[in-house]
């Protein structure tokens, strides 16, 4: 069974990998629906970093990001994807891509984790709610 801490460090670093992913595309966006989209995930994603880490702090643990590797990679590939496609279909359907890999490690994890603090569980909640919900907001642009 993996611990809280545990649990939190993969809600933060799943954020932090869904940042990465909007911010990657977000330039090569230009419907502007689509860019108010992204910019809400953006928004979210970053308040779950954020209450993550604050809760992995408040624990005496300080949050462990993603590495450098798993960063650039990302972001290469998300960049030759939408520079080939600057279609919103296209870069719709590498963020419902990004969130459904989130979706299912996020679920993995949580049932291979031992919560018993409900904030935590809360948070991990709302993670999966957010990356369905933005699944669903995504298939709007395909």
């Not at 995930?41 to 970093?49: C, F, K, M, S």
């Amino acid at each position: 069974m993996l611990s809280e801490n545990q649990l939190l460090n993969h809600i933060y670093q799943t954020a932090e990998m869904g940042r990465e992913g909007v911010q990657s595309v977000l330039r090569y966006a230009d419907e502007p629906k689509l860019v108010n989209a992204l910019n809400s995930q953006l928004t979210e994603y970053e308040q779950i970093q954020n209450a993550a880490g604050s809760l992995l702090q408040a624990r005496g643990e300080p949050p462990k990001g993603l590495g450098p590797v798993t960063k650039a990679s990302s972001e290469v590939m998300s960049t030759v994807k939408a520079m080939t496609d600057r279609s919103p279909a296209n870069i719709a359907e590498m963020m419902i891509q990004g969130s459904t890999m989130g979706v299912t490690k996020s679920l993995r994890t949580i049932r291979d984790s031992d919560v018993r603090d409900e904030v935590v569980r809360h948070l991990a909640d709302k993670l999966l709610q957010t990356e369905q919900a933005n699944i669903e907001e995504m298939k709007r642009f395909l």
